[in-house]
């Protein structure tokens, strides 16, 4: 019985695939859908490791970390700008070294 996934996946995976004694059918996305795609994958990815047990959640950062990439390459960026970019934020917002957690605001008198 076919089963349809309809996602983005690791290169070599079509391969795992075929070596399980399945036929696995696949096309290459345009730029476009590329980038689509990997977003999708980002979300997947992500919701993942929020759902995963302590044990598996390096495994799951580590799926992040090479969607990240993907979609840092598919921009036209390097690893270096993207790190700038992120240590500009840290400077302007700072980080989550100080693990504030923000509840609520209240109005003031002058809002």
Do not use: C
Request: aromatic share 6%.
């Amino acid at each position: 019985m076919r089963v349809r996934y309809d996602k983005l996946v690791r290169d070599r995976i079509p391969e795992i695939i075929q070596s399980q004694g399945h036929r696995p059918i696949t096309r290459v996305l345009d730029d476009a859908s590329y980038k689509a795609a990997l977003l999708a994958k980002l979300a997947e990815e992500a919701s993942e490791a929020q759902a995963a047990a302590a044990e598996d959640l390096p495994a799951e950062l580590a799926d992040v970390l090479e969607v990240i990439k993907a979609l840092v390459s598919a921009l036209g960026m390097s690893w270096a700008q993207l790190l700038g970019l992120a240590a500009d934020k840290r400077t302007r917002n700072g980080g989550f070294e100080g693990r504030v957690f923000l509840e609520f605001v209240e109005p003031t008198r002058d809002s």
